[in-house]
């Protein structure tokens, strides 16, 4: 057997850290991107339940580990753990990737760049438009603030399962960003058609749809979506959700959470690393994965 040694005392260390951390891609995209650029990295999944989020960061500094990203329920836990946070982050409340520069932990979201990036195609047609949002929760709260500072939207809906998280949110946003044309619904789908139907967006961030569960919609009504649409569903397990066919049926243009997926992680890398991640081939890379 040939062995080789291809991590060694220069290899750099990135972990995803989060509780449970089994359904998270991120390892298997980052390490494909170091693979394909000859970088001398290593991504890791590490299991770290919130009684031990301080002490993981600790550790992270002393094995100098160079970054982190953090997920589902730490998110908004490490912000007051870390010295220094970008704005994005402040506003939104929550963290998913920590750069150790030198012992100094950093927080960034890189998920509102995952949307802006996403989106930018749309720019003109989303400008002045009303849009929709599906869920209050972080992935949620990236895309409200990615559409409020970036896409000059002129109203959001957010429609939840429990309307006082939706409220509450509509609250957070019109005070820390002064945008104050949000409106929040409970989420029962036969009475949002006409919410949907004047929608220029319909972005959907809950979790309905993800595998296994991938016979589950956030909506099954066909008459919410229509020609002239654009409707984003942030899941990329599968790439094509429930609620993507059916938009797709009625003539609206979707968009993946893949691209969002990439594009977000591509942020962290360079962060990290300061290199540009090979995204067109990543992304090759995770769809031929995610469709085998
Ligand atoms: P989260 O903070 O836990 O929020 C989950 C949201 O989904 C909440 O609004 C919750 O409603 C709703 N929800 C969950 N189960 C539901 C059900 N059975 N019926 C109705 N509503 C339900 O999670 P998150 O961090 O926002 O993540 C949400 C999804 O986004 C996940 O699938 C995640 O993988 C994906 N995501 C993708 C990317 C990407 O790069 N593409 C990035 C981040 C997240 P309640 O408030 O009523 O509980």
Do not use: C
């Amino acid at each position: 057997m040939q062995v080789q040694n291809k991590f060694n005392q220069n290899t750099k260390i990135i972990g995803v850290i989060g509780h449970p951390i089994k359904h998270s891609f991120s390892p298997l995209m980052h390490n494909i991107s170091f693979e394909l650029s000859g970088l001398n990295y290593l991504y890791l999944p590490f299991d770290v339940p919130p009684a031990l989020l301080k002490d993981s960061l600790k550790g992270m500094v002393a094995l100098g580990i160079k970054g982190f990203n953090v997920t589902i329920p730490l998110k908004e836990k490490v912000l007051p753990l870390l010295k220094d946070v970008s704005e994005e982050a402040n506003i939104i409340g929550a963290v998913n990737t920590i750069v150790n520069e030198e012992g100094t932990l950093k927080g960034y979201n890189t998920d509102v760049y995952g949307v802006v990036e996403t989106l930018l195609p749309f720019k003109d047609e989303l400008s002045n438009s009303k849009v929709s949002i599906i869920g209050a929760g972080g992935a949620a709260r990236s895309v409200i603030y990615a559409l409020i500072r970036n896409f000059n939207v002129a109203q959001i809906s957010i429609i939840n399962r429990t309307e006082q998280i939706a409220e509450s949110l509509k609250d957070y946003f019109s005070t820390k960003m002064l945008f104050n044309e949000i409106k929040s619904f409970p989420l029962v789908p036969p009475d949002l058609i006409e919410v949907f139907r004047d929608s220029k967006l319909i972005v959907n961030t809950t979790s309905m749809g993800m595998f296994p569960e991938v016979d589950d919609s956030a909506t099954t009504i066909k008459e919410s979506f229509m020609k002239g649409q654009i409707v984003f569903d942030v899941i990329y397990n599968p790439i094509k959700t429930k609620l993507l066919k059916l938009a797709e049926s009625q003539g609206a243009t979707i968009v993946t959470g893949l691209k969002m997926f990439v594009e977000q992680g591509a942020k962290s890398y360079e962060l990290w690393t300061g290199e540009q991640m090979p995204k067109e081939k990543v992304m090759k890379a995770l769809e031929s994965y995610l469709t085998s």
